[in-house]
């Protein structure tokens, strides 16, 4: 297939990645029926579809195929190695197909799953600089309760990700208040909905519910930093912060 242009055979290509998906399902960590090799190089000639192209059926098809390929470690561990891939994620997060930012945030997840090095993932900026955990914050906020299902796996790629290993050298401040806030919001709004759901609606909201309340629990202890460079003094409490600068550099909490 990589020998294969995309203007000539668009419909070969979107064949071949589809009858791929369907492999790659069956293709599971109980039952292994590829090896690391062949999913390595899966992932190489898969993943210049993600933006290479303005065929939206291939864009997802490849990010189908991507995401069956996280459920391995080895295969997370390929992404987390490869920054151009990981800048795609980024940005293909800022999609309008609904179905590729689903299946691209499943991919996080698995990611923050199975994968090691996962800060690697923390420290990409994309567009306007903005880190994937803003990128998850957006799609969070944007699917609202309208798309419980993409909401779902927005709050569970965001929660993973406040438990990285030194998860406050990653997340800042500003993002935790607005996704605490957020959070609890939509906490509020579920919890006025289950008044009234049916039982089988109830069992769709639990889930987000319980992640969302997971959200608010787990927040990064976040240390902030004295702002005079060769001090280099870091705190936990902004009160602290301030107290230290007033009695540390008093010409700084002058101005």
């Known amino acids: 297939m990589a020998s294969r242009q995309l203007e000539t055979s668009e419909e070969f290509i979107l064949n071949s990645i589809s009858c791929t998906t369907n492999i790659l399902f069956y293709d599971t960590i109980q039952k292994q029926i590829l090896t690391e090799e062949v999913r390595a190089q899966i992932f190489q000639a898969f993943q210049p579809y993600l933006l290479a192209t303005q065929n939206e059926e291939i864009q997802i098809e490849s990010c189908r195929v991507l995401s069956n390929l996280s459920r391995h470690a080895s295969c997370c561990d390929l992404y987390l190695q490869d920054n151009t891939f990981l800048k795609t994620i980024n940005v293909v997060l800022d999609h309008n ?10 991919i996080v997840i698995n990611i923050s799953i199975y994968g090691k090095n996962v800060q690697n993932l923390l420290t990409i900026d994309g567009v306007n600089n903005a880190s994937i955990l803003e990128k998850l914050f957006d799609v969070l906020k944007d699917s ?5 299902d993409l909401a779902r796996v927005a709050a569970k ?3 993973n990700l406040q438990k990285v290993p030194d998860a406050s050298k990653y997340w800042n401040e500003g993002l935790i208040e ?8 939509l906490c509020d709004d579920l919890d006025g909905i289950m008044e009234v759901a049916t039982d089988e609606e109830q069992l769709e909201i639990i889930p987000l519910r319980d992640i969302l309340n997971a959200i608010c629990q787990d927040v990064p202890e976040v240390m902030r930093n004295c ?4 001090c280099g003094r870091k705190f936990k409490d ?3 912060l301030e107290n230290h600068i007033s009695r540390r550099h008093p010409d700084l909490s002058n101005k």
């Open 178 to 185: 607005r996704l605490t806030e957020l959070a609890k919001s």
């Open 238 to 240: 902004a009160a602290d």
């Open 97 to 106: 197909l609904r179905d590729l930012v689903y299946y691209t945030v499943g």
């Open 144 to 148: 609202n309760l309208e798309d419980m």
């Open 157 to 159: 790629a965001l929660n």
């Open 227 to 230: 702002p005079v460079p060769a």
